[in-house]
Structures are given as structure tokens and as C-alpha cells.
DNA sequence: AGCAAGTGTTTTACTCGTAAAGTATTGCGC
DNA sequence: GCGCAATACTTTACGAGTAAAACACTTGCT
């Protein structure tokens, strides 16, 4: 019974599966469909943040404080809070908040601009790049390794898929804001 | 160039795609492949989040109180505080919190144990129980809507994965605890 | 019976995010 | 060049979640 390729994997129940039935029990004419999609991601979002932070903790930082950090250095140059907080998908506020506590842990320096003087540029210092480099690929082992459940087809399948969703949902907030 | 079904769906682009190719061209020889499936879950959760939370939004509940009221009227039977904590996955204290605020505006009703003064039982009032029924279809409808930008299979295909996925985790995270 | 350890729930102190208001600065229209 | 809307960022007030301590009660051991 090799679980791990070809073979029909019928994988041990899922939680969400479970609440799905109680529903279809309780009321058997609702189309529970869309459950099983948007619970499913909720509640692997939720195991993720908790299983997934291990590593970030160790090095002191929540996950938050890592994206702010790893959009400074994937971007490589530097970037005003304005542009962090969309690159991340936080608002302003707690960009303000996250970058003076940065700022005092040394991770990130800031610098006013010249021309206009309400605007400030970001940057990594080297001890903050430092971090995100070192942290960074322990991070990824630590992801491939909470993933490796599913096999190689099924992850691609399913980043293929999320893809396509994430597309669409995002092409319609963005509409909806339009 | 029909996208619901069968041909090259070349959906949009997706931020996490950017994101990734981002890194790939900073550190090329890291394997981002993780990021793919848990950033695009993770922005997934919070789009839905942002957006799914609309219908509930005008019956002025947030959703940790839906899923709380959710599960007493799924189970279709009382339940403790321990037991809701553990239905909705979050900490006693979070469920004594929302259990006074529901409460307090009469959806929920609690009774003490005879036997162990301890526990108390928690239930739907009959308002409750209204304000569930009336919200899920509109609720299930709203979510149907924000997956329709997938085609049928490709729906049944990642729930059918993200169940496969969370039933790992859920196990690896049982086994972790024990 | 009486006390220690265990269990169910609540309280407390704290962190973090947000919305809204506040501050500083720019640049447009006249 | 002067006022005023717009922009960039910060501050404030607040709501919500958590971990750890506190509380209330039960149960098992002697």
C-alpha cells in the first residue's frame, strides 16, 4: 500500500470533511461544495501559521516582521513604507510599528528623501540581510518538509490550482476597488 | 478562448508568482517551490477573510462568532466551552470572550452542569439558531460566487488535494502532540 | 473525612492589528 | 506667492487574541 505515488490515496479524513457532514446532516439541501475549498484553506492557513512560525521564532521574528524584512531583500533596493505596507498587505499603520521595532533591533535603517521630505527609504542593514539570508532557506526546508505528505504531481497540481484561484480573486478585488 | 473548461486556462498572473520570481532572481539557486502552494494559501486565507467576511459583516458578526454558532447548530446539541474551543480551533479564552458578547445579545444561552459544577452547557437560542439558518445559504452563495472563477473539475480537483493536505497535517500535527 | 492533584472555566496582563484622526509636506490653481 | 486639496507617514484609541495565573470544583488516595 504505497501512499506515496499512483496508487488511489485515500488519505486519512481531514477535519473539515467531518464538519461537512455534520452540515449535510443538519441540512441536507445546502450545497456545501464551496466548504470544502474555502475551510480547507483557512484551516491549513491556520496549522501553517502555527507549524510554519517555528522556525522564524527561533531567530526572534514573527512572520509579519519576516515578510517586511524579505520583500526589502527580494526586491533588492531599498523601499518607502508606503510600498512595504502594499508589498506585504498590511496597512500603514502597522508598517510604522513594525519597522521602529526593526529599526531598533538594527535590521533596517531608514533614510529621509531628499526632494520630498514626507517620504522614507528603507533599507536592510547588513545585519538584516544577514538574517533573512540565513534564515531563509531553513525556512524553506522547514516548508518542503510540511508539505512533503503530498507527492510531487499533487504539489504541483495544487500550486498550479492556487495559482488559478489566487489569479482570479485577486483580479476581482481589484476590480471591485476600481 | 474559452477559459471554463478544457483548453490552456492561462489564467492571470498572481502576486505570489511575482514574489517568487522575485527571490528566484536574488538567491537562484534556492527551491522555492514551497512558497507557491503556502504563500498562495496564506493570501488566499486572508483575501477570503477580507471578502467572505462581507455577508456575515451585515448580521454584525465576525466570523470566529459564525463558526461558533456554527458548531452548536451543527452538532445539533449542546456543548461546553472546552468543546467549542476545540470545534473551532482557538483557545478557552477566546471562547469565554465571545461567548459573553453572544450572550449578552441573546443568540446563545448557557446552563450549569448538575453533576460537575465545573462545566457549563452552551446552546442556541431560538434567535440564534434563526440568525444561523438565515445567514449560511447567503453565506454558501457568497462563496460559491468567489470560486466561480474556477471551472467545476478544477474545484473538485483542489478540494479533493487540499483535503488530501490537510489530513497530513493534521496527522503530523496530532503525532507531534502526542 | 481530608488533602493533593487534576480539570473546566475565567481573569489578567500584554501584544498586535486596525480605523480614524493628526502632523508634516508637497504641488496645483489662481 | 498663497491657500487648499492631496499625499506620506505617525499617533491614538480601541478591539480581539493569547499565555499564564487564578479560581472553582471534583476526584482519588490514604
Redesign the interface.
Known amino acids: 500500500m504505497t501512499a506515496t505515488n499512483g496508487g488511489p ?1 485515500r ?7 467531518a ?1 461537512v457532514r ?2 449535510q ?3 441536507p439541501d ?9 475551510g ?13 512560525d517555528a522556525p522564524l521564532r527561533r531567530a526572534g521574528l514573527s512572520r509579519p516582521e519576516f515578510d517586511l524584512l524579505g520583500a526589502l ?4 533596493h531599498e523601499l518607502t513604507p508606503s510600498e512595504l505596507a502594499r508589498e506585504t ?1 498590511s496597512s500603514g499603520a502597522a508598517v510604522t510599528k513594525r519597522l521602529k521595532q526593526l529599526t531598533e533591533r538594527g535590521l533596517v535603517e531608514r533614510r529621509g528623501d531628499a526632494r520630498d521630505r514626507r517620504v522614507a527609504h528603507v533599507r536592510l542593514t547588513d545585519a538584516g540581510r544577514a538574517l533573512v ?1 540565513g534564515i ?2 531553513e525556512q ?1 526546508a522547514y ?2 518538509a ?2 512533503s ?2 507527492n510531487p504531481q ?2 504541483s ?3 498550479a ?13 481589484r476590480a471591485l476597488r476600481a
Chains 1, 2 share one sequence.
Request: net charge negative; charged share 20%; proline share 3%.
Open positions: 490515496t488519505a486519512r479524513q481531514d477535519t473539515v470533511a464538519v455534520q452540515w446532516a443538519v441540512h445546502l450545497d456545501t461544495a464551496p466548504m470544502e475549498i474555502i480547507r484553506i483557512n484551516r491549513c492557513a491556520a496549522l501553517f501559521q502555527q507549524a510554519e531583500r527580494r526586491t533588492a498587505f539570508d531563509l532557506p524553506l516548508e518542503t510540511l508539505l505528505g503530498l499533487g504539489q497540481e495544487l500550486a490550482l492556487l495559482g488559478d484561484l489566487l489569479g482570479q480573486l485577486e483580479g476581482r478585488l
